[in-house]
């Protein structure tokens, strides 16, 4: 009996959270107010087809992203196995699984364009993954998969540089996206947690990201969620400069969009919209 009212409960809180984001999709709340109205507002498309997406917004194009040739690291290893018994009110079935740690690296060359101007990005793509997933006999034991097979846990690190014409200096930048599930007994997202952030170190300041957040519930309550739906930019001095709403490739009514204020010098704005970029591709990949 337990099972079916938290079945039910999750089937209710899934239909109040698709309200709740198409009630907040239809108010259209500014993200910031000064931002707003000291920035441009850029749409963009990502022109993804059946490739990598190659995100264009204002006046940036992304013209280019390719594997450049360097040493990738592709590792597996075993954390550990579990067998047991999935049931359900109607049914039962065998789970029997392993738990593994992927690790890849991969480097890229990434172009932006401005006009004239071209931006070139190189960085290293680190990812690890934690992993549940069926055995070779849980797939022959197991009537149904739905479930069984998880991603528990990853983090992507990128770190790199951006070089262009418009600083003679280059631009150190780093980029960390992470997902933790908090329990492996079901795969909705109550239960999942993703952080994106972004610091960049340019000719003549530290720039660095805060998180956008939307929340259903109250802070401590049982069944409270907090998600992040984009990143503020903020400068040195604090002050918020830019920002990126995040979006879903091939959802036309969820796009993502651009701010970047125009007071902002050239060679800032430049590292900004490439991070932009980089952290678009990342997520649409």
């Not at 039910?8 to 108010?27: H, V, Y």
């Not at 109550?190 to 109250?218: A, C, W």
């Not at 701010?259 to 050239?266: E, F, L, Q, S, T």
Request: glycine share 6%.
């Amino acid at each position: 009996m337990e099972i079916n009212c938290r079945n039910i409960f999750l089937l209710a809180f899934a239909i109040f959270w698709c309200q709740s984001l198409s009630a907040q999709k239809n108010k259209a709340k500014p993200i910031d107010s000064t931002l707003e109205a000291n920035s441009e507002k850029w749409k963009v498309k990502l022109h993804k087809g059946l490739g990598k997406a190659k995100p264009e917004f204002g006046p940036y194009n992304t013209i280019e992203i390719k594997k450049i040739d360097s040493p990738v690291l592709r590792k597996r290893t075993k954390e550990g196995s579990y067998s047991g018994a999935t049931i359900t009110s109607e049914s039962w079935d065998w789970d029997f699984s392993k738990y593994k740690m992927t690790e890849k690296r991969k480097a890229y060359r990434m172009l932006i364009t401005k006009g004239a101007d071209t931006s070139e990005m190189l960085f290293s793509f680190y990812t690890v993954s934690h992993d549940k997933q069926l055995s070779f006999f849980g797939e022959l034991m197991s009537k149904d998969d739905e479930g069984k097979n998880l991603t528990l846990a990853y983090k992507k690190n990128i770190s790199g540089i951006i070089g262009s014409g418009i600083d003679s200096i280059p631009c150190r930048f780093f980029v960390e996206d992470s997902f933790s599930r908090n329990s492996e007994e079901t795969s909705y997202a109550l239960h999942s947690t993703t952080m994106t952030r972004f610091y960049i170190v340019t000719g003549n300041d530290s720039i660095y990201t805060e998180p956008i957040m939307q929340q259903i519930g109250k802070p401590g309550d049982k069944y409270a969620w907090a998600w992040q739906t984009g990143i503020f930019v903020r400068n040195s001095q604090g002050n918020r400069i830019a920002a990126l709403k995040f979006g879903a490739a091939g959802d036309l009514s969820n796009p993502f969009y651009v701010w970047i204020r125009k007071d902002v010098d050239p060679a800032s704005e430049n590292a900004i919209a490439s991070l932009f970029a980089l952290l678009m591709f990342m997520k649409t990949s």
